[in-house]
Nanobody
Framework: QVQPVESGGRSVETGGSLRLSCMFTGLTYATFCMAWFRQLPGKERVGVATIESGGRTNYADSVKGRFTISKGNAVNTLYLQMDNLKPEDSAMYYC?????????????????WGQGTLVTVSA
């Protein structure tokens, strides 16, 4: 099975930048859609960005213009460049190798999640 492994999260100040990395262990082929999600304690996990096999990207309104999703040269790597970070971006971030859009919302049918990587943005 495919296991996501996220890294790169840490504490930064408002306006700072971070680059999150993701490796999907066990993934040996390119998938149609990869995505980043984030979750606050006690809240539902929400989609942040997607990238399709052809390179088309999609972002949640809250991060448009500030976050950039990209794929690595290997089929099992994914990145999220986060610029101009705000306190409301603080969350646990997760990646997935399966995703789709449902009425504009980013979803996944995957059931295996990684441990996530924690991003904290101080005011």
């Amino acid at each position: 099975q495919v296991q996501p492994v996220e890294s790169g999260g840490r504490s930064v100040e408002t306006g700072g930048s971070l680059r999150l990395s993701c490796m999907f262990t066990g993934l040996t082929y390119a998938t149609f859609c990869m995505a980043w999600f984030r979750q606050l304690p006690g809240k539902e996990r929400v989609g942040v960005a997607t990238i399709e096999s052809g390179g088309r990207t999609n972002y949640a309104d809250s991060v448009k213009g500030r976050f950039t999703i990209s794929k690595g040269n290997a089929v099992n790597t994914l990145y999220l460049q986060m610029d101009n970070l705000k306190p409301e971006d603080s969350a646990m971030y997760y990646c997935q190798s399966d995703c789709f859009l449902d009425d504009g919302n980013i979803k996944t049918a995957a059931s295996v999640w990684g441990q996530g990587t924690l991003v904290t943005v101080s005011a």
